[in-house]
């Protein structure tokens, strides 16, 4: 882990460190990811459980699925489900995952892949292995983040961006000791490729061991970090950290990540998810796959779903 990487770090755009004035952002919350299980049975973890939703705001969830090795017969996904009033982010750091709903959207992603699947007004979506991984088993992990709609495009058209990993934003931490995927978002004046209708930033950044990274981030912008694998520090204040925690940050211009010398050998740095957005501010009233305002229009979600307004499962080809 993780699949995209770069040998040199030094040929990248290089993060200018914090500046004269510039406030770093404290550590408000540390929380443990309690394991489960999502889908047909593939493991996850649930990155963001015990945060209250009121920090979380723009974002509702996010999943660490895996990182799991599987045997022959072993890889599994999820059914035909459907979604409203939200975003899904899937990132696949490691291995393969197909995509297909409803409304025409899809495709495979892997190994640094992203797709961007805004649900708005209503679809039906599954997401699984390919049948060549089924049968010979592999590698799988990555993360999926559920990104909030604010009320005005919660019934927008459906839409689904595939996100390649050649074109993520790649960049170095000031002293070369960090690489920055941005995958959506600005950081330091670099653009991401994702398109948000929520202004939000998304990255994923390594840090070698002893490493450092001031990490600038909007000031409008909340900042939530996780770990997917690895140890080491958060905040100027030095917050330990290890695999399958999150951080709530507070305000300020930039958060500092750093690695502890010592990484355990099958992760070799600290891995780390940031994630960020402008708070909406509005209701949240949600229920399993649908995402509103009110209790009544998940109601109506529901029997919208119930009665085939969602689009209809393609035919298998």
Do not use: C
């Amino acid at each position: 882990m993780p699949a995209i990487t770069v040998d040199d770090l030094s040929t990248l755009p290089r993060l200018a460190g914090p500046g004269l004035g510039d406030q770093p952002r404290a550590v408000r919350q540390v929380t443990t990811a309690p394991s489960g299980y999502e889908g047909e049975g593939f493991p996850v973890r649930r990155a963001f459980a015990g945060i209250d939703l009121r920090d979380l705001d723009p974002f509702i969830m996010m999943d660490q699925m895996g990182e799991v090795e599987y045997a022959p017969g072993e890889p599994k996904g999820t059914p035909w489900h459907p979604h409203r009033g939200f975003e899904t982010v899937t990132y696949i750091i490691d291995g393969t995952f197909d995509h297909q709903d409803s409304h025409g959207g899809g495709g495979t992603i892997t190994n640094g892949d992203t797709q961007w699947m805004t649900a708005g007004s209503g679809l039906l979506h599954i997401e699984a292995p390919p049948q060549w991984l089924v049968t010979s088993g592999g590698l799988f992990h990555g993360i999926q983040l559920w990104v909030n709609l604010p009320r005005a495009d919660k019934l927008v058209t459906p839409r689904y961006q595939d996100l390649r990993s050649g074109e993520v934003q790649l960049l170095a931490s000031a002293d070369a000791g960090a690489l920055v995927r941005v995958i959506a978002g600005s950081v330091g004046g670099h653009d991401g490729p994702g398109t948000t209708h929520t202004p939000m930033t998304l990255v994923h950044a390594s840090v070698e061991p002893g490493g450092r990274l001031d990490l600038p981030w909007d000031v409008d912008s909340n900042a939530l970090l996780y770990v997917l694998a690895g140890s080491g520090t958060v905040g100027v204040e030095g917050r330990p950290v290890h695999t399958g925690q999150a951080v709530v940050m507070g305000a300020g211009d930039y958060l500092t990540v750093a690695a502890d010398t010592a990484q355990e050998s099958r992760s070799p740095k600290l891995e780390v998810i940031v994630a960020g957005g402008r708070p909406l501010r509005e209701p949240v009233a949600w229920a399993g796959p649908f995402v509103m305002n009110t209790k009544a229009e998940v109601m109506d979600a529901y029997t919208d779903f119930q009665r085939g307004r969602f689009g209809q499962i393609p035919a298998a080809g």
